[in-house]
T-cell receptor
Framework: KQEVTQIPAALSVPEGENLVLNCSFT??????LQWFRQDPGKGLTSLLL?????REQTSGRLNASLDKSSGRSTLYIAASQPGDSATYLC??????????FGQGTELSVKP | EAGVTQFPSHSVIEKGQTVTLRCDPI?????LYWYRRVMGKEIKFLLH????????ESGMPNNRFLAERTGGTYSTLKVQPAELEDSGVYFC???????????FGSGTRLTVV
């Protein structure tokens, strides 16, 4: 049974810092992994989709890496801004394409 | 392109009542998923439709939950009768292909009192 752990559970940083969010999963037999953000009271916004054949994906200030063999993915946020404050969720794809979520990392970026 | 639409956005019902949640996926997306997040827990899979067929309903908690997808378009999730532990946020998501990127709706916050 796939289990997803995200570390840290919460993070508070001053604006401008570069930061790394970590995600680990127990079953490396995944094929894709997706990172989302969730703003309070809102739905999930897709950030990056990493396919199994890829090792990383980049979008603007975001970079996500995937190491299937070690069961890890990281989300790197460069030059953080207050607007980045949200909960970040990592979700590898399980059997049948269903997503398996971790508890998320709650990020607060202070001006 | 219109996103995934869910309604109502909030619902407060009494224990024992019936509630129906609706999800309109992105047009042309054959795959439709329901997930939910109960207080303090991670988001968990409920079920997966491919067009009008249930592909996987292994996450449905019990037989008080009934999901349908009429004609492979919108989907409904009915809870009957609702219990206190059903409170949470119910999300719907759709994708064009299985295993490809998902688009989520804003969710329905269900409160059973």
């Amino acid at each position: 049974k796939q289990e997803v752990t995200q570390i840290p559970a919460a993070l508070s940083v001053p604006e401008g810092e570069n930061l790394v969010l970590n995600c680990s999963f127990t079953d490396s037999a995944i094929y894709n992994l997706q990172w989302f953000r969730q703003d309070p009271g809102k739905g999930l916004t897709s950030l990056l989709l990493i396919q199994s054949s890829q090792r990383e994906q980049t979008s603007g200030r975001l970079n996500a890496s995937l190491d299937k063999s070690s069961g890890r993915s990281t989300l790197y946020i460069a030059a953080s801004q207050p607007g980045d404050s949200a909960t970040y969720l990592c979700a590898p794809f399980g059997q049948g394409g269903k997503l398996i979520f971790g508890q998320g990392t709650e990020l607060s970026v202070k001006p | 392109e219109a996103g995934v639409t869910q309604f109502p956005s909030h619902s407060v019902i009494e224990k024992g009542q019936t509630v129906t949640l609706r999800c309109d996926p992105i047009s042309g997306h054959d795959n439709l998923y329901w997930y939910r997040r109960v207080m303090g827990k991670e988001i968990k899979f409920l079920l997966h439709f491919v067009k009008e067929s249930k592909q996987d309903e292994s996450g449905m908690p019990n037989n008080r939950f009934l999901a349908e997808r009429t004609g492979g378009t919108y989907s409904t999730l009915k809870v009957q009768p609702a219990e206190l532990e059903d409170s949470g946020v119910y999300f719907c998501a759709s994708s064009q292909e299985t295993g490809r990127g998902y688009t989520f709706g804003s969710g329905t916050r269900l409160t059973v009192v």
